[in-house]
């Protein structure tokens, strides 16, 4: 390309897109020697998102701020993860300070490039040098105006000589053998637009850094705040600085960017209900994204095994036997009137129980094809085979949705539990342990289908007005049950369906009747679930250990999903019968 003085808006599209090209090839290698602030393995994959959803969304116009709006917005929307959400900041930035400018000379856009570095600073509580932020400001740290091909000749000369002393900024950088993550995809970045301003062409010609294999000591590594928690705000009825605030004690790496009409906030939290919460108060959630650090972590690590088991989140198992046997979770979505959340992450039993009394209207969904395809995709990095244990297909399009990712996918595989809750739950733990024994997939699939067979649930309800709103059961059965005060057993058919298995006048007589049904064969293993009724739960699991000689394989509570279809106060037990009954 001929010598530039001056920049107008296609130069810069066209640039921009080379650049999120660059940094998309290089994902995998971003993704490995990912270890600040936490090393689950997703900075490439957050930022190669965000330059995605640019390359789909943002528009050419040969006017500068024309294009640079089209950008940023686009980056907001895409924008992931931590470094992900620096990048969209500092772009919108750009996008702020050349509003109304229809081209800039070097020395105009510098000034902008000068403003979006001190907003990415400013959306962070706790800025840390050594990361992306640190190449930022030094890479444009000159004043080479000469054109603009020299401009940013200069500027990726001192990125990439400033992504060289990472390690030396950030201590875990140096014990890891690997610089910055997110400021080598920035990197990437800026060699891509240089590339195009010099030449005109848009060959990948990035080379790493830093080799795969440094990779070292992220074993040693504990993440404190297990969930990196994000949400993009509509009306914000507060400013950013009152929202960092607002939310400076739930946790860390807190970054909040973009303005009141269009928001987006990252933290890393144990509490993403109460953010969401906190959230509900002061904005609308247009979107929100929660990723379990720890289980990403535990992804990463396992060397040794060959399959991940993956459910949803209307399989109910303890946290901690989730944490044992390395069980990835998708989480359904919960409608409560106007908002969204993610079952189990997002919105737990415990604050649904607070909105439930004034809700006008809650349903719940299956989950999204990009969240499928974020965890799907990444556990793929990781593992040979997937194995997906879904609620039963008759309850939910969760079934369904995995399917479509598998159909493109060969290695994932689907497997209808045609149960929920706890019996869901008692599939997924058997299918896991048989997975960290490294059991060949086929024989994990024979056994599962075998004990689908021989596993029930039968659920004490308190009433059945909940069922009937979300059509699991009948208008008619509903209005009978009520008329007479009937306290039904639920259960499930052989195909998923929902069905009475008992009748009972009182809830004492309702326990005694899943007492009966539980006597019909001798039992392998049982576990006991309730929804806000843990006293109910433990009397149950007593008389249950009593009547058998067997303790529960666990005890937990429901998620809100399926509190909101049986009621709070219900209690369920799933059991795996030795032989079918």
Do not use: W
Request: aromatic share 6%; proline share 3%.
């Amino acid at each position: 390309m001929s010598d530039l003085l001056v920049l107008k808006g296609n130069d810069v599209y066209n640039a921009f897109m080379t650049g999120a090209k660059n940094l998309i090839h290089i994902k995998t290698h971003l993704n490995k020697i990912n270890v600040f602030p936490v090393p689950d393995g997703d900075t490439g994959s957050n930022m190669a998102y965000l330059m995605q959803t640019i390359l789909d969304q943002a528009k050419p116009n040969d006017d500068l701020s024309v294009t640079m709006d089209s950008i940023a917005y686009a980056a907001m929307n895409g924008s992931r993860g931590n470094s992900g959400i620096i990048f969209s900041e500092y772009l919108n930035g750009l996008a702020e300070k050349l509003k109304g400018k229809a081209s800039a000379k070097i020395e105009e856009f510098h000034e902008a490039v000068i403003h979006a570095i001190q907003k990415a600073y400013h959306a962070i509580m706790n800025p840390v040098e050594g990361t992306i932020l640190t190449v930022l400001r030094k890479a444009f740290n000159h004043h080479d105006f000469k054109d603009v091909k020299s401009y940013f000749e200069t500027s990726l000369t001192l990125a990439k000589s400033s992504l060289l002393e990472t390690p030396n900024e950030l201590p875990i950088l140096k014990e890891s053998g690997v610089v910055d993550a997110g400021a080598e995809g920035f990197t990437a970045f800026l060699e891509g637009v240089t590339q195009y301003l010099q030449t005109g062409k848009t060959e990948f010609t990035y080379q790493e850094i830093t080799q795969d294999e440094a990779f070292a000591v992220v074993h040693e590594m504990v993440i404190e705040e297990r969930f990196c928690t994000e949400a993009q705000l509509k009306d914000v009825k507060i400013s950013n600085e009152s929202m960092i605030s607002l939310l400076s004690k739930d946790g860390s790496s807190l970054i909040v960017s973009g303005d009141q009409n269009n928001m987006r906030i990252h933290i890393h939290t144990n509490q993403p209900d109460v953010f969401f919460l906190k959230l509900r108060n002061v904005a609308t959630v247009t979107n929100q994204k929660v990723d379990d650090m720890l289980r990403q972590k535990q992804a990463i690590e396992d060397i040794t095994h060959k399959i991940a088991v993956v459910t949803d989140s209307i399989a109910d198992i303890p946290l901690s036997l989730k944490d044992k046997y390395h069980i990835h979770m998708i989480p359904v979505y919960l409608m409560v009137d106007d908002y969204s959340y993610l079952d189990q992450i997002s919105v737990t039993t415990r604050t649904f129980y607070h909105m439930i009394s004034q809700a006008k209207h809650f349903s719940s969904s299956q989950p999204d094809k990009i969240t499928i395809e974020r965890m799907m995709d990444f556990l793929l990095e990781h593992y040979e085979q997937i194995l997906f244990v879904s609620v039963a297909s008759k309850l939910s399009g969760t079934y369904n949705a995995i399917n479509q990712y598998a159909e493109k996918h060969p290695q994932v595989t689907v497997f209808d539990s045609k149960l929920n809750s706890g019996a869901e739950g008692q599939l997924v733990l058997n299918a896991a342990m048989m997975a960290q024994e490294d059991m060949p997939l086929e024989e994990i699939i024979s056994t599962l289908e075998d004990q689908r067979k021989r596993t029930k649930i039968y659920v004490s309800v308190n009433t059945l007005k909940y069922m009937v709103k979300q059509g699991r059961v009948s208008k008619v059965t509903g209005l009978a049950a009520k008329i007479m005060n009937l306290k039904p057993v639920i259960s499930l058919d052989k195909d998923g369906g929902g069905t009475i298995e008992a009748k009972a006048l009182s809830l004492r007589s309702n326990e005694k009747k899943i007492l009966e049904l539980l006597s019909k064969g001798e039992i392998e293993s049982y576990a006991v679930v309730h929804a806000m009724a843990e006293d109910r739960c433990l009397k149950l699991a007593d008389r249950i250990e009593k009547m058998t000689g067997k303790k529960p394989e666990y005890m937990t509570e429901i998620g809100p999903v399926l509190s909101m279809n049986a009621g709070l106060g219900a209690v369920a037990v799933s059991v795996l019968f030795k032989e079918e009954v």
